[in-house]
């Protein structure tokens, strides 16, 4: 057996950073990792990979890992058997269900985690414990853009493939730092766009590398894009541009929507955006010149108090000027960690069972009624941001959350940390001691992508299968696994052995995936859903009509909301988001020699006016401070900020994170909350 383990293997996996969904053989002999070997037939990527995948791995065998179930004693932790974890965690929540009902429980499950952990957690939830309480972290990122889509086209989920938009005429990337973020997808930009001639329009606050290289960089008011997308489309409709064919045969709604963008003028959106006139007749001719347009967005657009109605005002444009239904054009809302689409496709949010459905419909709960044999509550549940504030008035108490350091990725984390010392009963299942699980009752050792099977679902819907490449780590076990061990310590009686079983059930129930199995996945082979029974994926969707019982699509009225102020004291606007060197609060990359030999820690972005007013130089130390909390961090001078702007990267789960700044203010349709709508006051402090 020794020798065995010594033997030199190669496994396909699907990386785990980002929604991308890069695919690669990774070599391995024991537990080292030889190298990370991509494959030309990988449908995402081909050859490529970016830092993350290619050298973001040493964390699998950080001596860091948890490798035993841990429970609380006073102020430590002791190691504990799975069974008396399993014991403790199921009588604790039949207790707990008992004394307050099964809504006093609640559920997270992780945009890191598998479709069918995904699926599973909120089985757990409905099925088990009788309550739809359970969320998953696309509500911190992604579910506004969901949000606008389904209110105009209807499906959730980017609207062609990675590969398409290089056929486009016109690319406009919006509050997404796409180079940093999703990097190969970037690189397939940036090379259709050198090559082909493809026209490149970005909107940032930030001039990163993408704004660099653009045709045209537009620099609007923070949070203002959705006025100047609203006037642009007003102006294509006003002078004649739009695609009235389109229109009239593929959407509803045009007289009230034209009415409704009756306020968004020109000369409302200069002095709204700071952009000026010509500028925005600049870019309402490009588009509406181009024969066909993409629109990439991410964080900027939706992490807003308006983020859902920004992201259904960009569906709007695409809409009147014709720009659905064919390859290279559409909506790319780009999915941030790998299985952000993935976790919500496969029902792990408090409104909608797997495929969407509603949990409202009673059709749809009888469905899952029947096969689960349970009954399922007929409202939805809290989201993640209503589960703390459920838990600061006294009627949660319980949570059970898997792979997502909340504590820190949360928005206003000094008020989430309160929330867990309220908590009668915290489970936390991750890979390390992570901030989050410090405040839980039991901690469980989880296992990392590379020591499990299953499916990711990528940011073009494309659902990819991961094979085991490692053993667990000690007595680490995948999430479905602690998943299924858990609902059977509490009665249930499930008898999954692999993932494919619990994906076989998913495809009975979920329409979107009725034709998926892991056979057709076999491999680098992948489907993009909808996937019908007999195996036939959509790469494009629309391209028979929209989803809804007339086929057509739906122009939806939105106005714009102001970006929350904090008053005059707190002077600095401080933008955040990703490096291209880390993941999130960086629990993985920083445990990943490859990685913090090139960027060991964070840094604050500092413009050269702000340098100059304050006297501030690189490496600088600094404290900002909101109304919520404080961080000290070093300044790096820079071009790419500018004015009374600061960039602060959220990749730090100490001093510097990003959420000891931000509010408790959300997005209004979602409960998303605004982390690009933070203010702060600056201070020079001098190095202990
Ligand atoms: Fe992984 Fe995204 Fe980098 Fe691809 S682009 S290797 S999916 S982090």
Same mark, same amino acid.
């Given at each position: 057996a020794a020798m065995r383990q010594q033997r030199i293997k190669k496994t396909k996996t699907v990386c785990t950073y980002c929604g991308v969904g890069c695919s690669f053989d990774v070599w391995t002999?024991?537990?080292?990792?030889?190298?990370?070997?991509?494959?030309? !037939? $990988?449908?995402?990527?081909?050859?490529?990979?970016?830092?993350?995948?290619?050298?973001?791995?040493?964390?699998?065998?950080?001596? !860091?890992?948890?490798?035993?179930?841990?429970?609380?004693?006073?102020?430590?932790?002791?190691? @504990?058997?799975?069974?008396?974890? %399993?014991?403790?965690?199921?009588?604790?929540?039949?207790?707990?269900?008992?004394? =307050?009902?099964s809504q006093a429980l609640t559920f997270i499950s992780s945009s890191k985690c598998t479709n069918e952990e995904s699926y599973l957690m909120q089985k757990l939830a409905r099925g088990?414990?009788?309550?739809?309480?359970?969320?998953?972290?696309?509500?911190?990122?992604?579910?506004?853009? /969901?949000?606008?889509?389904?209110? /105009?086209?209807?499906?959730?989920?980017?609207?062609?493939?990675?590969?398409?938009? !290089?056929?486009?005429?016109?690319?406009?990337?919006?509050?997404?730092?796409t180079s940093e973020s999703?990097?190969?997808?970037?690189?397939?930009?940036?090379?259709?766009?050198?090559? =082909?001639?493809?026209?490149?329009?970005?909107?940032?606050?930030?001039?990163? !590398?993408?704004?660099?290289? *653009?045709?045209l960089f537009i620099q609007p008011r923070a949070g203002s894009d959705l006025v100047w997308l609203s006037a642009v489309t007003k102006y294509i409709l006003d002078e004649g541009l739009a695609d009235y064919d389109f229109l009239q045969k593929n959407v509803n709604g045009l007289e009230m929507f034209k009415q409704n963008l009756e306020k968004f003028t020109?000369?409302?959106?200069?002095?709204?955006?700071?952009?000026?006139?010509?500028?925005?007749?600049?870019?309402?001719?490009?588009?509406?010149?181009?024969?066909?347009?993409?629109?990439?967005? *991410?964080?900027?657009?939706?992490?807003?108090?308006?983020?859902?109605?920004?992201?259904? *005002?960009?569906?709007?444009?695409?809409?009147? /000027?014709? #720009? &659905?239904?064919?390859?290279?054009?559409?909506?790319?809302?780009?999915?941030? =960690?790998?299985?952000?689409?993935? $976790?919500?496709d496969f029902g792990s949010m408090p409104d909608r069972l797997p495929s969407y459905e509603k949990v409202a419909d009673e059709k749809v709960r009888a469905k899952y009624e029947q096969a689960w044999g349970v009954k399922i509550p007929e409202e939805p549940g809290l989201n993640n941001h209503e589960m703390v504030q459920g838990i600061h008035d006294g009627h949660v108490k319980a949570m059970y959350l898997k792979g997502e350091d909340m504590g820190i990725v949360d928005s206003n984390i000094n008020h989430v940390h309160a929330a867990y010392e309220k908590l009668d009963f915290f489970v936390v299942q991750d890979l390390f001691l992570t901030r989050t699980a410090q405040f839980a009752d039991v901690v469980l050792p989880a296992s990392p992508s590379l020591e499990k099977e299953g499916t990711f679902t990528n940011t073009e819907r494309r659902i990819q299968r991961l094979y085991q490449v490692l053993e667990p780590l000690g007595d680490s076990k995948p999430d479905w696994e602690i998943i299924r061990d858990i609902a059977n310590h509490l009665g249930a009686g499930w008898e999954y052995t692999h993932p494919s079983d619990?994906? /076989?059930?998913? @495809?009975?129930?979920?329409?979107?995936? *009725?034709?998926?199995? &892991?056979?057709?996945?076999?491999?680098y082979n992948s489907l993009q859903w909808p996937v019908a029974e007999d195996g036939t994926d959509t790469p494009i969707l629309f391209t028979d009509g929209f989803p809804f019982e007339d086929k057509k699509a739906r122009l939806f009225p939105v106005d714009w909301t102001e970006p929350k102020e904090f008053g005059e004291e707190y002077d600095i606007h401080v933008n955040n988001g990703r490096l291209l060197e880390h993941f999130h609060e960086g629990n993985m990359t920083y445990r990943s020699e490859g990685i913090t030999s090139k960027t060991p820690n964070t840094f604050l972005e500092v413009s050269h006016e702000l340098a100059n007013e304050r006297g501030l130089k690189d490496g600088t130390l600094v404290r900002l401070s909101s109304p919520y909390g404080s961080v000290k961090v070093h300044c790096l001078i820079t071009e790419r900020v500018k004015g009374k702007e600061v960039y602060l990267p959220m990749n730090d789960s100490g001093?510097?994170?990003? #959420?000891?700044?931000?509010?408790?203010?959300?997005?209004?349709?979602?409960?998303?909350?605004? %982390?690009?709508?933070?203010?702060?006051?600056?201070?020079?402090?001098?190095?202990?």
């Open positions: 002999k024991g537990r080292e990792i030889l190298k990370v070997d991509p494959q030309i !037939e $990988a449908p995402a990527n081909g050859i490529s990979t970016c830092i993350k995948g290619k050298f973001g791995w040493d964390f699998v065998n950080s001596d !860091e890992r948890l490798t035993k179930p841990l429970i609380r004693e006073g102020d430590a932790f002791r190691e @504990a058997s799975w069974e008396e974890a %399993y014991n403790l965690i199921a009588s604790k929540f039949t207790d707990i269900k008992q004394q =307050h009902g088990v414990i009788g309550t739809n309480n359970i969320d998953n972290c696309s509500r911190y990122c992604q579910t506004p853009a /969901t949000m606008g889509l389904f209110r /105009t086209v209807g499906h959730g989920g980017d609207s062609g493939s990675i590969k398409d938009i !290089e056929k486009s005429e016109l690319v406009i990337v919006i509050g997404s730092n999703h990097p190969v997808l970037a690189t397939r930009v940036k090379r259709s766009h050198k090559l =082909h001639n493809q026209k490149l329009i970005v909107a940032d606050l930030r001039k990163h !590398e993408m704004a660099d290289r *653009a045709d020109l000369d409302f959106a200069v002095s709204a955006t700071g952009l000026s006139k010509e500028t925005l007749i600049q870019v309402a001719e490009t588009i509406s010149q181009s024969k066909s347009v993409c629109v990439l967005w *991410a964080m900027g657009v939706t992490q807003h108090m308006g983020g859902s109605d920004t992201s259904t *005002a960009i569906s709007n444009l695409l809409l009147v /000027t014709g #720009n &659905y239904g064919r390859p290279g054009v559409g909506s790319y809302p780009l999915r941030g =960690h790998n299985n952000v689409q993935g $976790a919500s619990i994906m /076989t059930e998913a @495809a009975q129930l979920a329409p979107l995936f *009725a034709g998926v199995s &892991y056979e057709r996945l076999e491999g001093e510097a994170a990003i #959420n000891l700044l931000t509010s408790s203010y959300s997005d209004k349709d979602t409960d998303t909350p605004a %982390y690009k709508e933070t203010s702060a006051k600056l201070e020079v402090l001098k190095e202990e």
